[in-house]
């Protein structure tokens, strides 16, 4: 939200709102942002969800992906005004309501596929988008699909092994990479519920 | 007895919450914060003439500019020379905000704070700054040719001379069977994490108490440079470092301009301010590292043992030299490596160039060292007709030679003298891990098929946990938490799991009642910082210290109640409890209630306490003279000297005949840190290294043209390797305990790119035939190399 502080005289080029309605992780929001406002600027700022983050506004290292209806694009190069109508779905989007994480977000801790946690939300919405088209790569492909997302701690290795864990926990499961895990009321599948 | 949990692969609790996105980072914070955007130099080297703010005045959303006439005359002070040493003649640091002069693109000109980061560049592009641009020098050659000078008042260019000698090595040289000489480049490159810079303050005007949070590997000493340059007391500041996006080095470099002046403007203002940089102003503004240019004698015997060894660089510090001559001493230090040396001569010039300064990266200094010596044992087997692995084998310090003091003086003033390894043990295991002897074969079949095979190794010792001190500090609360601090700050390392591990061996408690906070001067106020694989050895065993504290004093309370010596109980099951016989207990928690002579019954630990109090001595005070209330203890962990973690790395490079392109077949990599505690974490610290080795050994350069522009300021065109450019590593640990810390271990972070360049070097070097003596290298330099040598032959 912009702040209403300041007494400068105010243009009317930055001062132009524009309405915007978009679905984020199932929820309808509606919100009056100006022409030039980043996507990842409206999710971070506007609707304060900082699961999403900036790693460089030049659409290089993947950590703001997002998935728009399903399909993974970088949040930095995009308009937040140029969604209007679509559905998005970030990392806040993933857990189960009690916390359960999601497949891939499972994998990711079983293989230490993350450190500082910075490039992860982005890692992990690019690997749901990647296994949605492809739910049944082999090793290359892994490689190859998880190339558009930089990260400086791990050295890759779990990130990869946990892509093909994730994989596996898909198949023949009536889960959709892309959606909201769901925790069968019975189930004692060892999943974490931490905090 | 519970299962020890030290050297246990524990999943790490910091996780879920950072899987989720629930991180919480420096951006994250101050939603309501205006926000600064900074005017940079876009010249390397400029007198600035004048600065017309007018057009900027205009923009919708600005809230002020500042500029360094603006500021009150503290600030007009350089920032510290932060690790001063006799051999700097000239030092020289920056100012918050230029005065007068630039000296590197990306310098801090004027800040500008506004409703938010949009309305802050539109201000930044309206500001008029006119410049007399002056000669940039660019590069370590040119600077010590000193055509031109950085600072007017160091027409050397030269900031610091310094030399070290162990023996006599140009005597040893000069009577040696066999001598060479050789020059050696390696070029810049920076840490890079995925989280840029970042600050926010908040000023309370109420409490007259300031708050910032920081992204930095050093909170308490961000805390302590601000109280001082915003003259406030200690008692007014607190830092907090939340979570990091990644450190590698570049967040140990304290205080930025930004870390002064925003909390400043947030006073000035009355309102939270936060500095959030973009990835072009980290590439200019935030420091980089290795560049130096390195010449070599060595003389040596048939076996091929060093006889002496004559080392000279030049190491390019950049445009101001905030923290002295750390990388270029340990460079001079570490280029030993795990070998015998007995006449060596080290001399470095540090010197000024018009670029961003340089402090440590990731291996700091160490993976410069690596190369010299690395290189130069591969060029003495190569002369000799050898191979590289018995050369280094020749010259090894045996084991039982170890403790081996040099001589010589390390980073932090002690003794450089390593403390324990099994350097002939770390040899034989790499060997076999990347099937060495079988390599000819391997080569053999390649070449039947008209690929190009080729082969490397390097060896490193790496002095870790440098001093002076971590602290811990460990309470059990009454509801049976584990609260454990510690003032060092965490970029990923797992801390908040490594920490609680030892905590809870100690205390006989599950590791999820454990709660780990690091980097919050509320919580710890004393502490040096992250940064020389420190934090493990250094708060991990302050931590374990300050635990046996606690536990000594449970024991004292419980043995008080149950009547029952001390000796015969134990911590275990979050209980105290007679050994043997497990049911005469009492829980923890109720010992901390115990602790504790205030004993309102807030809940059923506290109504159990009363159960087991004594009888009290009516003459003695309830909290006796040398004790305290609460199941609480802090302790310090100081020791004399490094301890020296090892490793080697072997590596297979396939290079394309036609096109040079330069493959990473395989990457095998022997590691000694000692104890270790949590394997999996100390696995994925080796596994980043080794990227970020192989990134600096092939993709990774900082491109400068001549007139001090860098000209790849972006991912697009600084190559930082993607999953596709990491090869799969094998990994063997060897644990040589340290002597020197009660958990016996050795620092593991920047392990891992240390040995890169040095490996990869002399694969392609065995691959190819063309001698490697610049790192890094790009497929169009090999190719051109290779042709060079095939029209020079023909």
């Known amino acids: ?66 998935l728009l209806d399903g399909a993974p694009i970088r949040s930095c190069l995009t308009f937040a005004i140029s969604v209007d109508g679509r559905e998005l779905t970030t990392v806040e989007g993933l857990a189960a309501d009690d916390g359960t994480l999601h497949p891939v977000q499972q994998a990711f801790r079983d293989h230490h596929g993350l450190q500082c946690g ?17 739910p049944d790569p082999d090793e290359d492909q892994i490689r190859e699909g998880m190339a558009g997302n930089l990260c400086r701690c791990t050295g890759y290795a779990g990130i990869l092994d946990a892509v093909k864990q994730a994989a596996g926990a898909f198949a023949g499961s009536a889960t959709h990479p892309c959606e909201q895990h769901r925790v069968d009321a019975d189930a004692t599948d060892g999943h974490d519920r931490e905090a | 007895m519970t299962t020890k949990l030290v050297g246990a692969p524990v999943a790490r609790s910091e996780d879920p919450r950072l899987l989720r996105g629930e991180g919480r980072y420096v951006d994250d914070l101050g939603q309501d914060a205006y926000e600064v955007a900074v ?52 030092g020289r640091t920056q100012y918050v905000l230029a005065n007068g002069e630039v000296n590197h693109v990306g310098e801090a000109i004027a800040l500008v704070v506004a409703e938010d980061r949009y309305a802050a560049e539109d201000a930044v592009e309206r500001i008029l700054v006119e410049y007399e641009p002056l000669p940039a020098v660019v590069g370590p050659e040119l600077a010590r040719d000193a055509e031109h000078a950085v600072h007017d008042d160091i027409p050397s260019n030269v900031a610091a001379h310094l030399e070290q000698t162990i023996g006599d090595a140009p005597s040893a040289i000069a009577d040696a069977p066999h001598r060479l000489s050789f020059r050696l480049d390696i070029e810049r490159s920076a840490s890079t994490p995925m989280e840029t810079r970042g600050t926010y303050a908040r000023w309370d005007a109420d409490d007259q108490r300031l708050r910032l949070y920081s992204s930095t590997q050093a909170p308490t000493s961000v805390r302590a440079a601000v109280a001082a340059y915003l003259e406030l007391d200690l008692a007014q500041v607190e830092c907090i470092a939340p979570d990091i996006g990644g450190g590698f080095g570049v967040k140990i470099m304290h205080p930025w301009p930004e870390e002064i002046l925003v909390p400043w403007v947030a006073k000035v203002l009355g309102h939270d301010v936060k500095f959030t940089e973009d990835r072009r102003e980290h590439f200019v503004s935030a420091n980089h590292e290795r560049s130096q240019v390195q010449w070599i ?44 040396l007995e006449n060596y001569r080290v001399t470095f010039d540090s010197v000024y160039t018009n670029t961003t300064p340089v402090t440590p990266y990731r291996g700091a200094g ?66 076999e891990l990347v099937d060495w002897d079988g390599f000819a074969q391997r080569r053999a079949a390649a070449q039947a098929e008209g690929r190009l095979l080729g082969i490397g190794m390097a060896a490193y010792v790496e002095g870790t946990g440098v001093g002076p001190y971590e602290g811990g500090h460990v309470l059990v609360e009454p509801n049976g938490t584990v609260q454990v601090s510690t003032g060092l700050s965490t970029q990923g390392q797992g ?42 050895v250094m708060s991990g065993n302050a931590i374990h210290l300050a635990a046996r504290k606690v536990r000594e004093k449970a024991l004292r309370i419980a043995s008080e109640a149950l009547e029952v010596d001390a000796q015969d109980l134990e911590l275990a099951e979050g209980q105290v409890r007679v050994k043997g016989s497990p049911d005469t207990a009492i829980d923890l928690n109720v010992v901390a209630t115990m602790s ?82 949590n394997p999996t974490i100390v696995k994925g610290q080796v596994l980043g290294g080794v990227a970020q080795g192989v990134g600096g050994a092939l993709y990774e350069r900082m491109a400068y043209d001549e007139h001090g522009q860098l000209q790849n300021a972006s991912f697009m065109d600084f190559l930082m390797p993607y999953a596709t450019e990491v ?68």
Do not use: W
């Open chain 1, 1 to 66: 939200m912009t702040a209403t502080h300041g007494t400068t005289t105010r243009t009317a080029a930055a001062h132009e709102r524009v309405e915007v309605t978009l679905t984020v992780n199932g929820t309808p929001r509606t919100a009056s942002v100006a022409p030039r406002r980043l996507l990842s600027d409206f999710l971070r700022h506007d609707l304060e969800m900082t699961g999403t983050h900036v790693g460089c506004e030049h659409g290089v290292c993947g950590a703001c992906t997002v």
């Open chain 1, 118 to 134: 910075f490039c992860t939300p982005g890692f992990v919405m690019s690997a749901c988008g990647f296994l949605a088209e492809n």
């Open chain 2, 39 to 90: 005017v940079r130099s876009p010249h390397a080297h400029a007198r600035i003439e004048r600065i017309d703010l007018d057009a900027a005045l205009e923009v919708d959303g600005l809230i002020s500019i500042y500029i360094f006439e603006d500021l009150p005359q503290r600030l007009q002070e350089p920032l510290p020379l932060l690790i001063p040493h006799p051999a700097i003649s000239h």
């Open chain 2, 297 to 340: 004698e060595v003389g040596f015997d048939d076996d091929g043992r060093i006889l002496g060894l004559d080392v000279e660089f030049v190491h390019d510090h950049g445009a101001y030299i905030p923290y002295g001559l750390i990388v270029p001493i340990i460079t001079s230090t570490q280029l030993i490596g795990p070998y015998k």
């Open chain 2, 366 to 431: 160490r993976p410069q060292g690596c190369f010299a010596m690395e290189r130069t044992i591969d060029r003495v087997a190569a002369h000799l007709g050898k191979d590289r692995t018995e050369v280094r084998a020749v010259n090894f310090l045996q084991p039982e030679e170890l403790p081996y003091d040099f001589g010589l003086m390390f980073q932090d003033g002690r003794a450089y003298r390593y403390d324990s390894g099994d350097f002939p043990g770390s040899l034989a295991a790499l060997k």
């Open chain 2, 495 to 536: 801390h908040q799991t490594s920490f609680a591990q030892i905590a809870a061996d100690e205390l006989g408690v599950d590791v999820a009642d454990v709660k780990v906070v690091t980097g919050d001067t509320r919580r710890f106020p004393y502490a040096v910082g992250t940064f020389a694989s420190r934090a493990a």
């Open chain 2, 596 to 677: 504790n002579p205030l004993r309102y019954a807030f809940d059923e630990a506290a109504r159990i306490a009363t159960q087991f109090a004594q009888p009290g001595d009516p003459d003695a005070p309830p909290v006796a003279d040398d004790d305290a209330p609460g199941l609480e203890a802090t302790d310090y962990y100081s020791p004399t000297q490094s301890t020296f973690a090892n490793g080697m790395h072997a590596v297979e490079v396939e290079v394309d005949p036609d096109t040079s392109d330069i493959t990473v077949q395989r990457y095998a990599v022997v590691h000694d840190c000692g104890t270790l505690l």
């Open chain 2, 727 to 794: 090869p799969s590593v094998d990994i063997d640990h060897l644990e040589t305990p340290s002597p020197l810390n009660p958990l016996g271990i050795k620092g593991a972070g920047e392990a891992g790119v240390i040995p890169g360049s040095a490996a990869i070097a002399a694969a392609i070097e065995d691959a190819t035939g063309i001698t490697i003596d610049a790192m890094p290298i790009t497929p169009s330099q090999l190719h051109d190399r290779r042709l060079a040598a095939a029209s020079s032959t023909s």
